[in-house]
């Protein structure tokens, strides 16, 4: 009999070791690929750039205060970079978060239920596909010469007959990108709001019903009260990554005349960084971006706990 | 087949009267459905064109002349091979290694008797509201040596604290007195990981796995960043630079003049596209499959 009790008392058992070893290895691979690269940051405070010896400027290098970032903010490429990252993102924030809960809600109304899959199967498709591939296909489509949507838009009367529209061109770049992300992504997003709307209780809408409620009010008055917590948490997460764009998505729709309106932070910093080997300069950047997602989001988590009491933490 | 049983608890009459408002809404996802498939379409018929014809355009409903020749220049090309060789290697390595050690870790973090498991929780927590961004990131690549080596498709995505939280909820709803049982029985955790947990936890590992793959079939900024040998480049990366580059395929130089005199950059680049995603297309039902199965929501609605 002690001797058990003595045992439950221990708290380095064999086994409580084995899970400390289990959870460490996910400890450990944290501090290589997320710690280390935290310290890193240091680098924006130096001069690093072009060095072919980068440890050595982090150990020893002089500190240079915030001449990076002071750089960053007066550079003639700033102000568009600011514009565009910021812009794109708050145009696919009105367009892409909305979307896919209109979407969810219009597949739910569809009463034939073969019909309702193959919409929704084939609205996913395009999540599993790459941007070079997604892209690359709307790139050909949008194509002066051989694409469809010049053709299209002369059969509709929108441009003359002769007229042509190069989308290529810069003013069309914000465009190309939201509308692509929207096609992409809309489907996907949209099943997680199906999944959500499915697990509502049906008798909510019985009761709505013999109230006199019709198919409008009962999405109004029950599906979309009955989502709005996940609602609040994907707005939340969708605002703090205001400065974050995929490179992959933005590369692809790049093009050497759009770039004025087309350059981001993600593809800046992979041209000077990468590509010209400005280290200290770019991770000044990418520090600047980390930490304004960081504020963005405690504050927009700040303020959805006031007005509406949820939050992600 | 979750979904399947949750619709018909759906309040419908037994005969589906459609009013005004249907047929808007059924016309509306038909367009849209054209919307979305018409692109694939536009892209194999070019893709099956004589380049020759296709430049002068408005091919746009079936080839006007018909010429195998793109995918004969992109087949003939030895790079597409390797890319190919390489993409598979690092799905199927990635996937593996990183769903195994994940799903270790998510054992681990879910257990009650980790010791100081708030410190665990926190130290995970942390690095998803902040990471010291691109740059410092690739120079430890470059430093740690994975620079320009295969295992930077594999290493750096081993493990991930998003999967680990979804893995790890789905732990919660397993009984444990499964795993009491199997320690009375001798068993060590780590048994208990990989005879019962594993085992039981099928739908969220393949659910994790899936979204694992498809990001390494369609990745290619890794490329873009950690290597510069043809012989690591991936496929996603082979089709950028057809499509993005208008590179032409080493191929080109030891093709007959026959062939190539059909074919443009534009259809290269499409038959590229069309071979590319082949394949996803091929395992499109196994993926809906993981999808629609109880998977979807595993880790939040699930238990």
């Not at chain 1, 739910?108 to 596909?129: C, D, G, K, M, N």
């Not at chain 2, 793109?70 to 598979?88: H, M, R």
């Not at chain 2, 208008?246 to 074919?263: F, K, M, Q």
Request: glycine share 6%.
């Amino acid at each position: 009999m002690d001797k058990i009790v003595i045992k439950k008392k221990k708290v380095w058992t064999k086994n409580r070791i084995q899970l400390f070893i289990m959870a460490m290895f996910g400890a450990a691979f944290l501090i290589v690929f997320a710690y280390v690269p935290m310290f890193g940051v240091a680098l924006a405070f130096k001069d690093g750039d072009k060095e072919l010896n980068i440890l050595d400027v982090l150990i020893s290098g002089k500190w240079v205060g915030f001449a990076n970032f002071e750089r960053f903010f007066n550079d003639y490429n700033f102000k568009n970079i600011l514009t565009n990252t910021l812009g794109l993102n708050i145009l696919m924030l009105f367009i892409n978060f909305p979307a896919p809960i209109v979407f969810a809600l219009l597949i739910h109304e569809i009463r034939h239920r073969a019909y309702q899959r193959t919409v929704q199967s084939i609205a996913i498709f395009p999540t599993f596909l790459s941007w070079v591939v997604f892209g690359g296909i709307l790139l050909s489509l949008l194509d002066m010469n051989m694409g469809i949507a010049n053709p299209v838009l002369r059969a509709l009367g929108i441009i003359g007959k002769d007229d042509f529209i190069n989308f290529g061109e810069a003013k069309f770049a914000w465009a190309n990108i939201s509308i692509s992300s929207l096609l992409k992504g809309t489907g996907w997003s949209s099943v997680i709001y199906t999944a959500a709307i499915l697990g509502i209780d049906p008798e909510l809408y019985e009761a709505a019903k013999l109230d006199g409620a019709g198919r409008f009010r009962q999405i109004t008055a029950i599906t979309i009260p009955s989502i709005a917590p996940m609602l609040t948490v994907s707005l939340l997460l969708s605002i703090s990554g205001l400065l974050n764009n995929s490179f992959e998505h933005i590369n692809v729709f790049q093009n050497a005349v759009n770039t004025a309106k087309s350059e981001v932070i993600a593809t800046y910093v992979y041209k000077q960084g990468i590509s010209g080997r400005l280290y200290s300069y770019t991770t000044a950047v990418g520090l600047f971006q980390s930490l304004v997602a960081l504020i963005l989001l405690a504050s927009s988590n700040f303020i959805s706990k006031k007005i509406t009491g949820r939050g992600l933490y | 087949m979750y979904a399947e049983k949750r619709w018909d608890l759906r309040p419908q009459k037994k005969k589906i009267r459609l009013t005004a408002f249907d047929i808007l809404l059924y016309a509306l996802m038909f367009v849209f459905l054209i919307l979305l498939l018409y692109p694939f379409w536009f892209v194999v018929i070019g893709s099956l064109s004589d380049g020759r014809d296709y430049n002068a355009g408005g091919v746009f409903l079936l080839p006007r002349s018909w010429s195998l020749s793109s995918y004969k220049v992109v087949f003939s090309d030895p790079e597409l091979y390797v890319a190919f060789g390489v993409t598979l290697a690092r799905t199927a390595v990635g996937t593996v290694t990183s769903l195994l050690f994940t799903a270790m870790v998510a054992y681990a973090m879910h257990s009650k008797d980790l010791i100081a498991k708030p410190v665990f929780y926190w130290f995970n927590i942390f690095t998803m509201f902040f990471g010291g961004g691109l740059i410092p990131f690739f120079l430890l690549i470059v430093n740690l040596g994975l620079y320009d080596t295969f295992w930077v498709y594999v290493i750096p995505g081993l493990y991930s604290v998003y999967n680990m939280i979804i893995i790890s909820t789905f732990y919660h709803g397993i009984s444990s007195e499964l795993r009491e049982a199997a320690m009375i029985d001798g068993a060590s955790e780590f048994t208990v990981f990989l005879r019962i947990y594993i085992p039981l936890s099928k739908p969220v590992l393949a659910t994790v796995g899936m979204w694992i793959a498809v990001g390494h079939w369609n990745s290619y900024y890794d490329t873009m960043l950690y290597t510069v040998d043809k012989s690591l480049h991936t496929l996603q990366y082979y089709l950028m630079r057809l499509i993005l580059l208008s590179s032409a395929p080493s191929s080109t130089s030891n093709l007959p003049p026959e062939i190539l005199n059909d074919t443009i950059p534009v259809t290269i680049s499409y038959a590229s596209i069309v071979i590319a995603s082949i394949p996803v297309i091929m395992l499109y039902p196994v993926i809906q499959k993981i999808c629609f199965s109880q998977g979807i929501t595993a880790g939040s609605v699930k238990g």
